[in-house]
């Protein structure tokens, strides 16, 4: 019998969310009467821990697709992807930009290094490239004052052949908690970028379910938004709920009871006794732990569902095991189903605040001994 512990992989959810974010875009452009932004459906790390060829089948209506890995990106090719692909940290070694000819890829450019190599490329399929500017999250994308030499250079490597398609991106350090801070970026990079031609790319999830994506949409050319955790079913923002947007859960992680005992009051339970019951109870052992992805740090309280019924983790997580309180479900027994979150559980949110983390982390790092269930 195999270890009673699985993730499933809800596709039509994942279909669900990205619905859901072309609704929230229609929406928001519909006053003015503009066509609603195209979507680069974000897919790094393995599609945020569901699976790249799952993420292809279900983001089939986003204009394209985008990500960190070369190989990811191939297999999205394989697995019928025709429509762009974006590397959002571009390409890394010469030899890189063949690979991208060949498969049809599309470049972030963002710094000095990747503009020489591309000059020094003997060329082929003319590249799309967006050049990034860094306008305050201080991570990738040429300065405000290397960004016109820069632009400038990408469109004599466009008129060389060697690009397609040039446009301008940035990044929000802050679209999710401070929305002077983003129009602070917002207006740094219309600043720097004003009347240079092509594409435009500045929202991520939390910036593209705003109600305030008006601001955030600078006029002129063709805009592309770039959601990512929210396609996934957590929520980019701390004080909304991803059920207050009508998201689902991409990711069910799911195991059972293997043991239920009796604890007296007084008892320690696990590792260094970090809970004491403070009255005679059943404790229930999931067969879930750090080294299936759960996170070590999620402390006694942190929610979970036992046979429908919510109730709590308690004690420290073990390699391979944790502990949850029993007393809210007196029915349950060895082989009852645990939800640790997803659907018919606490959402992942839940359980990264508990954790001092964040939802991302955890879809990400559900571990791959885990066996998945993919649910259409």
């Known amino acids: 019998m195999p270890r009673p512990i699985s993730a499933t992989i809800h596709v039509s959810s994942l279909r669900h969310n990205l619905d859901v974010v072309i609704q929230s875009l229609n929406s928001a452009t519909s006053m003015s009467g503009a066509r609603r932004p195209n979507i680069w459906a974000v897919m790094k790390a393995d599609a945020y821990g569901h699976g790249i060829e799952n993420a292809v089948r279900a983001f089939q209506a986003a204009e394209g697709l985008a990500m960190l890995d070369l190989q990811e990106a191939v297999r999205c090719r394989e697995a019928g992807w025709t429509r762009p692909i974006l590397l959002l940290e571009g390409f890394f070694q010469p030899e890189d930009l063949e690979v991208l000819a060949h498969y049809g890829l599309s470049t972030v450019i963002h710094g000095h290094e990747q503009l020489k190599m591309l000059e020094q490329w003997a060329g082929g399929r003319a590249l799309d490239a967006m050049v990034k500017l860094n306008t305050g999250m201080n991570r990738l994308g040429f300065s405000v004052d290397d960004y016109p030499a820069a632009f400038a250079r990408a469109q004599r490597l466009q008129k060389a052949g060697k690009l397609g398609v040039v446009g301008k991106m940035t990044h929000f350090a802050r679209a999710d908690d401070n929305i002077d801070a983003t129009l602070e970026q917002i207006r740094c990079f219309t600043r720097i970028t004003d009347g240079l031609p092509g594409p435009v790319s500045i929202c991520n999830s939390a910036a593209t379910l705003s ?15 770039r959601p990512g955790i929210c396609l996934y079913g957590s929520s980019p923002f701390a004080d909304i709920s991803a059920r207050d947007f009508g998201l689902e859960a991409g990711m069910t992680l799911a195991a059972e009871l293997i043991s239920v005992r009796g604890v007296k009051q007084g008892e320690g339970v696990g590792y260094g006794h970090t809970y004491v019951a403070e009255q005679p109870m059943r404790v229930g052992v999931v067969a879930c732990g750090y080294a299936d992805g759960y996170p070590r740090h999620a ?15 308690v004690g420290r ?19 009852s189903q645990v939800v640790l979150f997803g659907q018919g559980g606490p959402c992942v949110d839940e359980v990264a605040a508990a954790a001092g983390t964040l939802g991302y982390e955890l879809i990400c790092a559900v571990a791959p001994r885990v066996p998945r269930i993919i649910q259409d």
């Open 317 to 335: 997580v073990s390699m391979d095991m944790l502990a949850v309180d029993l007393t809210p479900v007196p029915a349950a027994g060895v082989g």
């Open 299 to 313: 402390g006694t309280g942190t929610p979970v569902v036992v046979n429908g019924v919510r109730t709590r983790l």
């Open 211 to 225: 109600p305030d994506l008006g601001a955030y949409m600078p006029a002129g050319p063709a805009q592309w938004v």
